[in-house]
């Protein structure tokens, strides 16, 4: 099993829900995050007097799947929240040795 966690911006995450359940995705849990990555904020101008806005608002999704669609869901999440354009975020491929359903004690794929 694997853990992904992928940083993408707010504005992608309806395509990316939708490329993940096309896959058979069940859940996801979803946070608003801040964050910098290589272009270390941005400069805005507010009344006049310019502003370094040091984090970016992001969206971070971490989702569990077997390992058999882990490659799938990163080139679905990969193409739905490209954009081409510095700030697009990262994909986190994590592995999971195991998963426990509280409500049913159900492990492994079965618990996902």
Avoid at 45 to 51: K, P
Avoid at 52 to 65: A, G, Q, Y
Avoid at 86 to 102: A, L, Q, T, Y
């Amino acid at each position: 099993m694997k853990l992904l966690k992928c940083v993408v911006r707010p504005n992608a995450l309806e395509k990316v829900k939708e490329a993940l359940s096309g896959l058979g995705v069940m859940g996801m849990t979803v946070s608003e995050v801040k964050g910098f990555g290589r272009q270390k904020g941005h400069k805005e101008l507010y009344r006049g007097a310019e502003y370094t806005i040091d984090f970016t608002p992001k969206i971070e999704i971490e989702v569990v799947v077997g390992d058999d669609l882990a490659e799938q869901c990163v080139d679905a999440v990969r193409e739905a929240a490209q954009t081409g354009n510095i700030g697009d975020g990262k994909i986190f491929m994590v592995p999971i040795d195991e998963v426990v359903r509280i409500r049913t004690g159900e492990t492994g794929d079965a618990a996902i």
